[in-house]
DNA sequence: AAGTCGTGGGC
DNA sequence: TGCCCAAGACT
């Protein structure tokens, strides 16, 4: 395949809009020019893939239409809606984002990329997104997409953040900056992918130097991430005289910040499990344990966890507990109750296993 | 500037 | 199974 011919803008431009106005997903951000609504989808989007995002679109517009429904809601309901979407920061930042819009932008959204980066949470991607999404300001939004998509597009082996703006200042459409953004990033996700791009089917194909070159997969470069770590933990699932639960809520800042789970805390080397989950239960308040005269006492089935950074064993020990003093962060909670918490998925699971269990010894 | 911060899916 | 990756932000 011989060298294709120098990238000109319009035709790109009207390559791409030919794909995306035909092509596009039916999103149901895309139906909607709400600067709040864009700013939640685009938070949510963060990390994440579309079809994940979608159905946590849709039950946040339920619940938080507006920004004064969300700036109303409590801490804990905003983490609800967003259990299980991961990096529970982001839910955090929007909410408080959008006190930060009451109190500081008088109830409007900031309109242009520079203020709306003074948000929590919006960085120079999301800046770029919203602004050009909601209020058609000519400014490009790169993401991950949009990286791989040019740097194929040039056949640039590791392109610069600075080098990445030039190019797209100069292809970007000044009438459809929104449009023109989402559009090249629907094409990496859907046609210019990380592992098998379907070239055959791209817009651009013809102007594409990485596939002229055949070097595709080689653009842009990634790097290995390296083996994780694994961390173990007891965890104590602990039942008091009126079967209710021992939970604890994490602190706000940091992994899984704000989120309810069962007591735990790190194996020591050589130490057993039981011990860690003992451990935990009395820094949590719990006294008096007991693992041998119930019913539903004991070891529980362990729960594997993978996070972005490091790999989890959760080591579960089911026991018979009477509160003492209760620290700030914890709380008794009725079984049903624990289903309204915002709960990380790995401990979802743990409450879900001991319910199993529970109910399997007493039918036994 | 390299590490932190979730989870689910694809291969 | 294990590894990669995803519409990044923040420190």
Request: charged share 25%; proline share 8%.
């Amino acid at each position: 395949m011989s060298t294709p011919p120098r990238i000109d803008p319009e035709g790109l431009r009207c390559a791409l809009f030919g794909f995306y106005d035909r092509d596009g997903r039916d999103l149901p951000w895309r139906r909607e020019s709400d600067p709040y609504r864009i700013w939640v989808s685009e938070v949510m989007l963060q990390q994440t893939r579309v079809e994940t995002a979608e159905p946590y679109y849709r039950r946040w517009m339920e619940r938080f239409p507006t920004l004064d429904d969300l700036a109303e809601a409590s801490r804990d309901e905003v983490l609800k809606v967003w259990e299980g979407l991961g990096y529970y920061s982001r839910a955090r930042r929007i909410h408080d984002g959008a006190h930060m819009v009451r109190e500081r932008f008088g109830g409007e959204i900031p309109s242009t990329a520079q203020a709306l980066r003074e948000l929590p949470g919006v960085g120079e991607y999301t800046a770029g997104a919203v602004a050009s999404i909601a209020f058609g300001e000519v400014i490009p939004a790169i993401d991950g997409n949009a990286r791989r998509v040019l740097a194929r597009l040039f056949d640039l082996a590791d392109p610069g953040l600075a080098e990445l703006r030039a190019i797209m200042e100069e292809l970007i459409d000044r009438e459809r900056p929104g449009d023109f953004n989402q559009a090249v990033m629907e094409l990496g996700a859907t046609i210019c992918t990380p592992r098998a791009p379907t070239c055959a089917a791209c817009p651009l194909n013809s102007v594409c130097r990485a596939r002229a070159a055949g070097t595709q997969l080689d653009r842009p470069v990634t790097k290995s991430r390296g083996k994780t770590p694994l961390r173990e933990f007891g965890v104590a699932v602990v039942l008091d005289p009126e079967s209710r639960l021992l939970m604890r809520r994490r602190p706000e800042e940091g992994l899984l910040g704000g989120l309810w789970e069962f007591p735990n805390t790190s194996i020591r080397p050589g130490e057993p499990s039981a011990q860690a989950a003992r451990r935990a239960a009395a820094e949590a308040g719990a006294h008096r344990l007991e693992s041998s005269r119930s019913a539903a006492a004991g070891p529980l089935q362990p729960v594997r966890h993978t996070f972005s950074h490091f790999r989890a064993i959760y080591r579960p020990h089911a026991f018979n507990g009477v509160p003492v003093s209760l620290p700030e962060s914890c709380r008794w909670i009725e079984p049903p109750e624990a289903s309204g918490l915002a709960m990380p998925v790995a401990q979802r699971k743990i409450l879900s296993n001991w319910g199993w269990a529970a109910r399997k010894k007493i039918l036994a």
